[in-house]
């Protein structure tokens, strides 16, 4: 019982290293850069980025990433009308505002498998936005099945890849993190699923101790009673 418990300590331990040293990548890339300054002028600072609330099958985070690129990190206001005033001091760097509000899903009008339907989304006003961000991106397996698929393309339309490489009727795009915020979906995804893991390892953790700590009463309990029966024989 004491080997199990400490073995079950153990995994803890590097969930929690793992989980530490994810949330620590994730806070630099975010307070780093010229945009944060900008932020903080505004008075935007506090407003969470879109790649926050979304949430896609393992796996397609990169294709995710490469078709959304600077949306992914898109912030949402009450009103549109009110980032006009942002003209007058743009961002330094590319920066997308929006405002989600609930509408019908767009009909699929193709038999290729669309990236916006591997969202998992439990808000409607998100889900329409992606569905307007991502309408015409289509997904593929791989770049064979893609260079396969594109006669079915139309004007404007591509086939992701897992990888986020892209191929339009006349045209492939091979993606490459070109920035420190490439990565931020599979991060915080992963970020996501280590606490899930970390809770349940801690319940598994207190529960071996516990049962470590009866083991060890019970065996000092028998023991004695041992003794006890010695001395009165």
């Known amino acids: 019982q004491a080997q199990a418990a400490a073995?079950?300590?153990s995994r803890h331990g590097e969930l929690s290293a793992r989980l530490e040293a994810l949330r620590a990548?994730?806070?630099k890339v975010q307070s780093s850069g010229r945009l944060k300054p900008w932020l903080l002028k505004h008075g935007v600072d506090s407003l969470q980025g879109l790649w926050t609330r979304v949430h896609i099958e393992p796996g397609w985070e990169t294709a995710l990433e490469a078709a959304l690129r600077e949306r992914l990190n898109a912030l949402e206001v009450g009103r549109l009308d009110s980032v006009r005033a942002f003209a007058a001091?743009?961002?330094p760097t590319r920066l997308a505002f929006f405002s989600?509000?609930?509408?019908p899903v767009a009909d699929p009008h193709r038999t290729l498998p669309r990236l916006s339907d591997l969202l998992r989304l439990n808000?409607?006003?998100?889900?329409?936005l992606l569905n307007d961000w991502l309408e015409g991106v289509y997904t593929a397996a791989s770049l064979d099945e893609a260079l396969l698929a594109r006669s079915?393309?139309?004007?404007?339309e591509v086939i992701m890849s897992r990888e986020g490489h892209a191929v339009s009727q006349h045209a492939v795009s091979f993606y490459a993190a070109d920035s420190e915020q490439a990565g931020m979906l599979a991060r915080q995804q992963?970020?996501?699923n280590l606490e899930r893991q970390q809770r349940a390892q801690s319940l598994i953790a207190d529960e071996s101790r516990s049962a470590s700590v009866r083991v060890e009463a019970a065996y000092t309990e028998a023991s004695l009673r041992l003794a006890s029966v010695r001395r009165e024989a």
């Open 7 to 9: 073995g079950d300590a």
């Open 152 to 156: 079915q393309l139309s004007h404007g």
């Open 89 to 91: 001091d743009a961002p």
């Open 25 to 27: 990548l994730q806070d």
């Open 100 to 103: 989600a509000h609930a509408g």
């Open 123 to 128: 808000d409607a006003g998100l889900q329409a």
């Open 190 to 192: 992963e970020i996501e």
